[in-house]
């Protein structure tokens, strides 16, 4: 599977981005999906993550309530809508697949072997 995501931008602190990620290759219905991040200094940490099927999403505490994911299976795709922007936001976001069986495992870096290349966010103040 390959992924290329995108959607990023600059964008005043309130505000709203829709990041995309789409992806090539079979079995994108049978992945889960997720969203990490990592701001300049820090470590790449866990967004959000959706099941194979849709049904179950998971959010870091740092967003719930302003994020939220969903994916389309006919286009082969993953989105994240963020609302409410805040300057602590600002990162690179990263989409990744893989075939992970417990909802816990989901928000682990290490369980993902496919990754897009990433796309700036940029909030300001």
């Known amino acids: 599977v390959q992924l290329q995501a995108s959607g990023g931008g600059l964008v005043q602190a309130g505000g709203s981005l829709r990041l995309s990620c789409a992806a090539s290759?079979?079995?994108?219905?049978?992945?889960?999906l997720g969203w990490f991040r990592q701001a300049p200094g820090k470590e790449r940490e866990f967004v959000a993550a959706?099941?194979?099927?849709?049904?179950?999403?998971y959010y870091a505490d740092s967003v719930k309530g302003r994020f939220t994911i969903s994916r389309d299976n006919a286009r082969n795709t993953v989105y994240l809508q963020m609302n409410s922007l805040k300057p602590e936001d600002t990162a690179v976001y990263y989409c990744a697949a893989d075939r992970i069986p417990t909802a816990q495992a989901m928000s682990r870096m290490q369980e993902y072997d496919y990754w897009g290349q990433g796309t700036q966010v940029t909030v300001s103040s």
């Open positions: 959706i099941s194979w099927g849709g049904s179950n999403k």
């Open positions: 290759g079979r079995g994108f219905s049978t992945y889960a």
